[in-house]
């Protein structure tokens, strides 16, 4: 039966192709929640110990801590404390422009392509960071 047998594989092809879009779709969506995920625990922690500022997107201030009047040895502490919290704001920052930057791709279409040679990248770097700007070879490079 060779018009059946033609006919089968029409089929099976538009099967594969719907199976296909209907994957790299709920794939994407599946980033696009892991993005915003990640975007709201890292504003949770920012917000924890720094206010955001309201004249500069995407930056945070960590608040000055209040230092006691007369007591030396705490005051030191608060500043130590104060200047640890600086690098855990400023690597909060990065990851938080990371995500936020690779959430605009998504609703640009561009998401999963790298920004230097144009190339996809690797699934599997995805999965492991979702905010991944370069493949793997880029990536190397830099
Ligand atoms: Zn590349």
Redesign the pocket.
């Given at each position: 039966m060779p018009k059946n047998k033609g006919n089968l594989y029409g089929n099976t092809t538009t099967l594969i192709n719907l199976i296909l879009c209907g994957m790299n779709k709920e794939l994407l969506e599946q980033t696009k929640q892991k993005l915003e995920e990640k975007k709201k625990q890292l504003e949770r922690e920012l917000s924890s110990f720094a206010s955001k500022d309201p004249d500069v997107k995407g930056d945070w201030d960590t608040k000055y801590p209040r230092v006691p009047e007369g007591d030396l040895e705490d005051a030191a502490g608060e500043v130590e404390e104060y200047s640890t919290k600086l690098h855990i704001e400023f690597s909060l920052e990065q990851q938080l422009k990371e995500v936020n930057a690779a959430l605009e791709r998504v609703a640009q279409g561009k998401y999963g392509t790298?920004e230097?040679?144009?190339?996809e990248i690797a699934q599997e770097r995805l999965a492991a960071s979702p905010e991944a700007r370069?493949?793997l070879?880029?990536a190397g490079k830099q």
């Amino acid at each position: 039966m060779p018009k059946n047998k033609g006919n089968l594989y029409g089929n099976t092809t538009t099967l594969i192709n719907l199976i296909l879009c209907g994957m790299n779709k709920e794939l994407l969506e599946q980033t696009k929640q892991k993005l915003e995920e990640k975007k709201k625990q890292l504003e949770r922690e920012l917000s924890s110990f720094a206010s955001k500022d309201p004249d500069v997107k995407g930056d945070w201030d960590t608040k000055y801590p209040r230092v006691p009047e007369g007591d030396l040895e705490d005051a030191a502490g608060e500043v130590e404390e104060y200047s640890t919290k600086l690098h855990i704001e400023f690597s909060l920052e990065q990851q938080l422009k990371e995500v936020n930057a690779a959430l605009e791709r998504v609703a640009q279409g561009k998401y999963g392509t790298c920004e230097n040679c144009e190339k996809e990248i690797a699934q599997e770097r995805l999965a492991a960071s979702p905010e991944a700007r370069l493949c793997l070879d880029c990536a190397g490079k830099q």
